[in-house]
């Protein structure tokens, strides 16, 4: 009788993942949809306050150093990062990649008041200018999506889907991914990590939708 169950069980599974399209292997999601922020893990050079609200994960800071909210691995192997940005407000925020300290990463900011993307890999300190600096439609008032692939030592930042800029570091080869603030406040959410090694887990949560969760989340 067991080993029926556990065979109807197993098909049973194998039918849902199939229908729901949400086996994807490499993939690690994060809507914040289950009210919590499980497996971020916060740095931060000043106090900083991190929080779900709202189905999106904020963060605020008010000192002109860095807070980061951080996920997954030293050994990461990342590809791409997508994450939607509301509510914006003050000087800086940043998507942080190839993470190995809070003074060492690669990393594509947005300059809240130039409405600008701007490239500023730390390497111990920031060096004197950005890697780059190019001119993005932010608003504000509205939602946006910033995204980054990496192709080896090659960063290509992208702004509500449209390539905008890119730079090229060859100090570091892995990392975590983080979700920065700077003198500001911004919630961050839908977040899509992309790579060979990301591993991923995933789960339905009681309304229905698909929520992701790393590995169990170092539980």
Known sequence: MDKHFSKLFLAVLSVIFATSNIVLAGVFRDNFDDGDAKGWVIVENAPSKWSVIKGGYNGSINDGVESIALIGEDSWEVESIEVKIRDVKGEWLAIVFK????????????????????????????????RATVAVPFDPNKEC????????????????????GSYKNTKFKTGKVGLLVWASSATFDDVV???????????????????TFWGKLKE
């Not at 990393?107 to 920031?126: C, D, F, H, Q, R």
């Open 99 to 130: 993470y190995q300290d809070i003074n060492n990463f690669e990393s594509w900011w947005l300059n809240v008041p130039n409405k600008t993307l701007e490239a500023w890999p730390k390497m111990g300190n920031y060096e004197g200018n950005a």
């Open 145 to 164: 999506t910033i995204g980054v692939n990496i192709s080896g030592d090659d960063y290509d930042a992208f702004f509500d889907g449209k390539k905008v």
């Open 193 to 211: 990590i992309k790579g060979p090694n990301v591993p991923t887990v995933m789960a339905i949560d009681p309304k229905g939708k698909c929520a």
